[in-house]
């Protein structure tokens, strides 16, 4: 979709129709007013001649009426032939007539004494009413034109400060912009106080997000180093316990404080991953996603002991992606736990292609209404186990869309879960399904 036409330009094009339709309808006024003056002065001076003429044939009959350049008069008596009389005018009847030529109005006045044929030519008095409202309509027209153009830069002075705004807001970013870029100095002559008011205000809101952005990057810092140092002595703790000659049930304790910890681990760093500002840079690199998946296939076997389950990886080539180290690897194992947790016999496969992830289970899946509420935040499938808070699936959706990924799942009551992990989310639903797992 084209870019929107900005408010100076807007404005320009309003005064120009403006001014066009007033420079139109001036100028249809005044043609209008010029034929009925033109009209109203020749009838005038029709009447005029004629009555002149009446008075002459008055006085002396049988001399010649006066003429000009622009009028010639006849009188024909009573009972005679209009033999002087030019032939196109003789047949007409008393009133005024056009005629075409150079004289194009007759006029025909009839009495007891006779006709009186008037044949005229508009004459000066015509040309000067078209000249006199021509000359006016150029005047208006640019007396019109004139003004519009300064109503056009008074209004442009006018929304100056909103275009200003919008650039600033615009081009503003957290970290490399100022608040006071938004204040507008109050000018009487071109600022508006609503424009100085909406500056202020959106200085004071790039303000708070500033502050906010200040807190969430020391909040960030600040749990990152504070929850991360005793997760680490505590997974340190446990790996040492590990190492000593425990018996079954000590060891089973241990392992599940070191998936804990482990899991809380990855759940704070896909947490401080979304808490960070989209400005703030992320450590990024190149890993190998087949590496990632083998990897927490062997952390999640261990979850599996005793029953007859077979946890299997179909990675014939790798994947690289930049991506930041752990990201990928937190997605998988929240899959992996939800696979391991729903499925009591059967296999758990975790396929590689080239453009995802798919660990597919023979659990006990879903129905529509559970599938459809899976990813809801504190919803969870099993109520009865306490220690599943029903946020993974929530965080690891988040994660997967924040790098521009997107994580689905198909499921079936009773025939398993397929959950998927796309990396190049604009394939089609069809491409999607003619690359799926059989």
Not at 38 to 61: G, I, P, T, Y
Not at 145 to 157: E, H, M
Not at 242 to 258: F, Q, T
Request: include cysteine; proline fraction near 6%.
């Amino acid at each position: 979709m084209a870019p929107s036409e900005n408010l100076s330009g807007k404005l320009r094009w309003v005064f120009i129709r403006q001014a066009l339709i007033a420079s139109l309808l001036f100028i249809s006024g005044i043609t209008l007013v010029s034929v009925v003056l033109s009209d109203a002065l020749f009838k005038q001076r029709v009447q005029r001649e004629v009555a002149h003429a009446w008075e002459m044939v008055a006085r002396n009959a049988d001399k010649p009426l006066p003429g000009s350049a622009d009028l010639e008069t006849y009188f024909v008596p009573a009972g005679n032939m209009p033999d002087q009389v030019p032939p196109q005018m003789r047949a007409l009847s008393p009133g005024l007539h056009r005629m075409p030529g150079e004289w194009r109005r007759v006029y025909v006045s009839e009495r007891a004494a006779g006709r009186i044929y008037l044949r005229i030519s508009p004459g000066l008095s015509n040309w000067l009413v078209w000249w006199t409202s021509l000359l006016s309509s150029a005047v208006s027209v640019i007396g019109i034109i004139a003004l519009s153009w300064l109503g056009y830069r008074r209004s442009r002075r006018m929304v100056a400060p909103l275009a200003h705004l919008t650039q600033v807001a615009l081009d503003w970013q957290p970290r490399h912009s100022r608040a006071s870029d938004f204040k507008i100095p109050m000018r009487a002559d071109a600022h508006s106080r609503e424009a100085v008011c909406l500056g202020d205000a959106l200085s004071n809101m790039a303000e708070r997000v500033e502050s906010h952005i200040e807190r969430e990057r020391n909040f960030t810092r600040d749990a990152s180093h504070e929850l991360r140092t005793p997760l680490t002595v505590i997974a340190v703790a446990a790996d040492l316990l590990a190492a000593n000659n425990l018996d079954a049930r000590s060891r089973k304790s241990v392992e599940r404080i070191r998936t804990t910890s482990r899991g809380m681990a990855e759940l704070l760093d896909a947490l401080l991953i979304l808490a960070r500002h989209p400005d703030e840079p992320l450590e990024t690199g190149w890993v190998d996603v087949r590496d990632i998946l083998h990897e927490e296939v062997a952390q999640a076997k261990p979850a599996l002991e005793g029953r007859p389950i077979e946890l299997r990886v179909d990675a014939p080539a790798g994947l690289q992606l930049e991506a930041p180290p752990r990201v990928i690897a937190t997605i998988v194992a929240q899959l992996l736990r939800n696979a391991c947790r729903f499925t009591e016999q059967g296999h758990i496969e975790v396929v590689l292609q080239d453009d995802a992830v798919h660990i597919r289970d023979t659990g006990i899946g879903m129905d529509a209404e559970a599938l459809a509420r899976v990813f809801d935040p504190f919803w969870r499938a099993d109520i009865s186990d306490y220690t599943v808070k029903g946020m993974g699936l929530t965080v690891s959706r988040r994660l997967a869309e924040h790098f521009g990924w997107q994580l689905a799942l198909e499921s079936q009551p009773g025939k398993g879960t397929v959950a998927s992990l796309y990396f190049r989310p604009q394939l089609s639903t069809r491409q999607r399904q003619q690359r799926s797992l059989p």
